[in-house]
T-cell receptor, first 109, second 116 residues
Framework: GQNIDQPTEMTATEGAIVQINCTYQ??????LFWYQQHAGEAPTFLSYNVLDGLEEKGRFSSFLSRSKGYSYLLLKELQMKDSASYLC??????????WGAGTKLIIKP | DTGVSQDPRHKITKRGQNVTFRCDPI?????LYWYRQTLGQGPEFLTY????????KSRLLSDRFSAERPKGSFSTLEIQRTEQGDSAMYLCASSLLGLAEVDTQYFGPGTRLTVL
């Protein structure tokens, strides 16, 4: 079967750094997306990785290791507005998106 | 540039009634997706269109659900004889599939359905 694992919930402090992990077992791999979703709102696109390594985009970076079936999203200089759920989604061999359940990130002052 | 829009944003209905939701994608996007999401879960794929053609429908989707995209622009999702288990957020997303085989999906604000 296909499986995406993320921690259910994480807590971090404003101004700090947090790493949200995602491990996956899917039938094939054609890339991995990270989306941010504030409570009651739609997911918004953050990043897409298809090659191994780190991609940086402002305060957010995303890392991929295809051999390990592993990705992480790194958020720096945390702000209160970063409180949200972070969804990991893998593109499988049929080019379908397989979604994780999301990680709820709570930022404390 | 307007994003994906959905209407209505909220719908409360009684069990057994039919409901219809509308999605207007980003204008130049050729793909349109429907998802269902419940609290604490990721989006669950329902169906998708490329232009006006419905290319895939989830095997988990019962016959009570139907979707159309008649002119390759807006889409409607209808649920017949609603059940309490249909209560969820219904999300629409659109994308532009070009030369690359992977498309980035952009989501609308969702329609929250409550079945009493």
């Amino acid at each position: 079967g296909q499986n995406i694992d993320q921690p259910t919930e994480m807590t971090a402090t404003e101004g700090a750094i947090v790493q949200i992990n995602c491990t996956y077992q899917t039938s094939g791999f054609n890339g991995l997306f990270w989306y941010q979703q504030h409570a009651g709102e739609a997911p918004t696109f953050l990043s897409y990785n298809v090659l191994d390594g780190l991609e940086e985009k402002g305060r957010f970076s995303s890392f991929l290791s295809r051999s390990k079936g592993y990705s992480y999203l790194l958020l720096k200089e945390l702000q209160m507005k970063d409180s949200a759920s972070y969804l990991c989604a893998v593109v499988d061999s049929n080019y379908q998106l397989i979604w994780g359940a999301g990680t709820k990130l709570i930022i404390k002052p | 540039d307007t994003g994906v829009s959905q209407d209505p944003r909220h719908k409360i209905t009684k069990r057994g009634q039919n409901v219809t939701f509308r999605c207007d994608p980003i204008s130049e996007h050729n793909r349109l997706y429907w998802y269902r999401q419940t609290l604490g879960q990721g989006p669950e794929f329902l169906t998708y269109f490329q232009n006006e053609a419905q290319l895939e429908k989830s095997r988990l989707l019962s016959d009570r659900f139907s979707a159309e995209r008649p002119k390759g622009s807006f889409s409607t999702l209808e649920i017949q004889r609603t059940e309490q288990g249909d209560s969820a957020m219904y999300l629409c997303a659109s994308s532009l599939l070009g030369l690359a085989e992977v498309d980035t999906q952009y989501f609308g604000p969702g329609t929250r359905l409550t079945v009493l």
